[in-house]
């Protein structure tokens, strides 16, 4: 049994000494893991290089993100603001066009106050529906008789000499004038009260 694989003991240890493995590729001197270190460190820097240019790039595109948004927004926000104005100039249109209408049943109103009649009464009826379907609207009438002249919302056609009311006060309304909102739609033709010199 001092055989092994048909050879004697000391045969084989013979083998085994000259069959040395050869040194593993891995394994170099010093000299050689301090290159590997510098080449290492070589491939490093161009790889912090480009993580820092891919940073750069990131925090452009996000604040060019955040200007589009908030860009995006203001146009969303400005065509909405846009819609409603073209919607309220819309309806003062219409309105402005209903004015006339609203001025004539006002004067058939005050030509028949004195008779009681079913017509009238009929006429009272539809002026009262078509106010109301205005102020809906948003239409207002412009408060004048009594209320001192304010020029952004009267027009005086006659200033007349008195001294039984206040200086500028108008004294009498000739035609209604109305708001849309806050919007002056027409101004009230009024008379003034002017105190004599």
Do not use: W
Not at 24 to 32: H, L, N, R, T
Not at 174 to 192: F, I
Request: aromatic fraction near 4%; avoid cysteine; proline fraction near 4%.
């Amino acid at each position: 049994m001092g055989r092994f694989n048909g050879r004697s003991k000391a045969e084989a240890e013979e083998l085994d000494v000259n069959h040395e493995l050869p040194p593993a590729e891995d394994s170099q001197p010093v000299v050689g893991a301090q290159e590997a270190a510098a080449a290492a460190k070589a491939e490093v820097a161009p790889r912090d290089a480009e993580l820092d240019k891919l940073r750069i790039e990131r925090d452009t595109l996000l604040d060019r993100l955040a200007r589009t948004q908030a860009e995006f927004e203001n146009v969303r926000k400005r065509t909405a603001r846009e819609q409603q104005d073209f919607r309220e100039y819309a309806i003062a249109d219409a309105l402005r066009g209903l004015l006339p209408v609203v001025d004539s049943f006002e004067r058939a109103l005050q030509a028949s106050a004195a008779e009681k009649s079913d017509l009238r009464s009929g006429l009272e009826l539809i002026y009262k529906q078509l106010q109301d379907a205005l102020a809906k609207l948003g239409l207002q009438a412009v408060v004048a008789k009594g209320e001192l002249f304010d020029p952004r919302v009267h027009e005086a056609i006659e200033a007349v000499d008195t001294l039984d009311v206040r200086d500028h006060e108008v004294i009498e309304e000739l035609q209604r004038g109305y708001k849309l909102k806050e919007r002056l739609l027409r101004p009230a033709m009024v008379k003034v009260a002017r105190h004599p010199q």
